[in-house]
């Protein structure tokens, strides 16, 4: 589903956020996090080429993407 540049993309997110504040919602959480421009930007452009439905959404799925690619690598290394 993602190439390798939606996982630099979104590394290059991560390393980028300035602050980062979590509130709590029945089940859910809200995750406000602030990024700089050139970052949205980025975000923007790959959700346009991408056809995500918004922000939220490609972020969740990159997220999804990367967590799942990491805990793979871990069971790689770990012989699981």
């Given at each position: 589903?993602?190439?390798?540049s939606?996982?630099?993309?979104?590394?290059?997110?991560?390393?980028?956020?300035?602050?980062?504040k979590?509130t709590?919602?029945?089940?859910?959480?809200?995750?406000?996090?602030?990024?700089?421009?050139?970052?949205?930007?980025?975000?923007?452009?790959?959700?346009?080429?991408?056809?995500?439905?918004s922000?939220t959404?490609?972020?969740k799925?990159?997220?999804?993407?990367?967590?799942?690619?990491?805990?793979?690598?871990?069971?790689?290394?770990?012989?699981?």
């Amino acid at each position: 589903m993602f190439g390798q540049s939606r996982e630099i993309h979104l590394i290059l997110a991560l390393s980028h956020f300035s602050s980062v504040k979590s509130t709590q919602s029945a089940s859910k959480r809200v995750l406000s996090v602030r990024l700089k421009d050139s970052v949205v930007k980025k975000i923007d452009q790959l959700i346009h080429e991408r056809k995500f439905e918004s922000r939220t959404h490609f972020i969740k799925s990159a997220l999804d993407f990367y967590i799942s690619k990491k805990l793979n690598e871990e069971r790689t290394v770990n012989g699981s």
